[in-house]
């Protein structure tokens, strides 16, 4: 994070002190609409059973009231109540908002920007690198907030608690929170409202087992950073999500290589593991091994590709994007250089002596290997991908080249690349969330599901582009003025 954005940081932490208690504020702020809509005409797509079902619903009627879908069906069918405001759909398609299963959302121009992109839930996280949530944002997608779990963490939604300021704060370095802690903390965070748990490097096996277990006795979602504890183990215990394309990928390593993280899972022993993970070749047994246990076990992958999204091939300069015009470079972490779209590799001190061709070289040099570093990465993934593990769509933005809203179209692109259809990607940012996390309120244009929608020219399901084509955005049974998001209220 840049000096200047940490001294802000420091400075606004005494006035963020009581930013969690807004979790029951934020989620009465959006008012579903009392006047029932009802979308006529339209292609209601079909995102169930993990994106393998294929029963469109064409010239459907969906009628919503109170932000609820309350029915759906065939035109003819299913009655049109009177008074009612009807939306014509003829020739679109009607999907779920889009979730995003893991992003920052730290400002009114990155929820703004989320929305414009047809994310209405996003699974937020706060650090050092995206910042805290904003929970106040207004318009906002939904926003379900994921805590750190059984660690010293000077950004938890905890630590500006009077009774957790001592106990959270990280000193040095980060430490392992004793097991009567860690159970005050699940039970404290559950209170706030916080959805899902981050289990994140430093939690070891036996803890990161009984986190699993207490979480879903709250129920509660799990994910997993893992590297103190093994892969393996973590997905057995029924972790419910492994993130990051090039964490999860840890479950190759060795035991020696293993047995040294839980002492060092933050330093060179973890530098070590990493780097011999990441230079598996995609055809070892080993790996194909790996894989049919994932695709066995309960635990859903989230790759956050999009995190090496401008490190791979055919990229292209997100900042182009309508939306990228609302985000402000100085709120990001490592932003991609806006007149090429491409990665900026700061370069070490002692070469600003170099003359200008040789830091050229330097920043040359650097790219090359990142490039390379994430090719490598890309085909254990395909890999990993030919045993048909189950997938959820999270962009990880604000971080790393990634943007709120653009970077979770970037994720479904890439998932496509790696050879889910397109219906298939869909459902990883809708139905699976239901499917996986429990989370029946949303992912499904269907009775009883929260009615955001979104009505698309083109048919997502041939050509995932068609996902971003979004003509009607409906939050809570609301019709959002989409362009009017373009444009920050100051």
Not at 19 to 28: G, H, L
Not at 39 to 58: F, P, Y
Not at 297 to 315: D, G, I, K, Q, R
Not at 338 to 354: E, F, K
């Amino acid at each position: 994070m840049p000096a200047a954005l940490r001294f802000l940081v420091s400075f606004l932490v005494p006035l963020l002190a009581s930013a969690p208690d807004c979790f029951a504020a934020r989620a009465q702020a959006a008012s579903p609409s009392e006047i029932t809509l009802v979308l006529t005409g339209g292609t209601v797509v079909d995102v169930t059973n993990w994106g393998e079902s294929a029963r469109d619903l064409q010239n459907a009627i969906v009628i919503v009231s109170n932000g609820r879908i309350t029915d759906v069906g065939p035109a003819g069918v299913v009655p049109i109540p009177n008074g009612a405001q009807i939306v014509d759909c003829t020739g679109k398609y009607l999907i779920p908002g889009l979730v995003d299963g893991y992003a920052g959302m730290n400002s009114q121009a990155q929820a703004n920007a989320n929305l414009y992109m047809g994310v209405t839930t996003v699974v937020a996280r706060a650090d050092a690198d995206r910042g805290f949530i904003d929970f106040g944002a207004q318009p906002s997608p939904h926003v379900y907030a994921i805590d750190s779990v059984g660690v010293t963490d000077d950004w938890s939604l905890l630590a500006r608690k009077p009774e957790w300021v001592a106990k959270l704060r990280e000193g040095a370095r980060p430490i392992e929170l004793s097991p009567e802690d860690t159970a005050r903390q699940i039970a404290d965070t559950a209170q706030l409202g916080t959805r899902a748990l981050l289990i994140g490097p430093l939690v070891t096996a036996a803890n990161a087992q009984w986190i699993i277990s207490q979480a879903h006795d709250l129920h509660l979602v799990t994910y997993s950073d893992f590297v103190a504890t093994p892969d393996r183990v973590g997905d057995e215990a029924g972790v419910d999500a492994m993130l990051h394309m090039d964490r999860y990928i840890l479950g190759v390593i060795p035991n020696e290589l293993q047995t040294p993280l839980v002492d060092d899972p933050l330093g060179p022993s973890a530098a070590t593991a990493l780097d011999y993970s990441e230079r598996v070749p995609a055809t070892d047994a080993r790996l194909r091994s790996y894989a049919q246990f994932l695709a066995s076990h309960h635990a859903a992958l989230m790759p956050t590709f999009s995190l090496h999204y401008v490190e791979l091939p055919n990229h292209r300069n997100l900042w182009k994007e309508p939306a990228a015009a609302l985000l402000d470079r100085a709120r990001m972490y490592r932003p991609t250089d806006p007149a090429t779209g491409d990665m900026v590799y700061p370069l070490p001190s002692w070469s600003r002596h170099l003359p200008g061709t040789a830091q050229r070289w330097l920043e040359t040099d650097y790219q090359k290997k990142a490039d390379q570093a994430a090719m490598r990465l890309w085909r254990i993934n395909e890999t990993i991908f030919s045993a048909f593990p189950h997938y959820l769509a999270g962009s990880g933005a604000d971080a790393m080249g990634t943007m709120p809203g653009i970077s979770l179209h970037t994720e479904l692109e890439l998932l496509v690349r790696l050879g889910l259809s397109p219906r298939e990607a869909l459902a990883a940012a809708t139905n699976n969330y239901a499917l996986q996390f429990g989370w029946t309120e949303l992912g499904q244009i269907a009775p009883g599901r929260r009615a955001d929608i979104l009505v698309v020219d083109g048919d997502p399901t041939t050509n995932i582009w068609n996902a971003r084509n979004i003509s009607v955005l409906i939050e809570d049974g609301n019709i959002l003025d989409r362009e009017g998001l373009l444009h920050l209220k100051k």
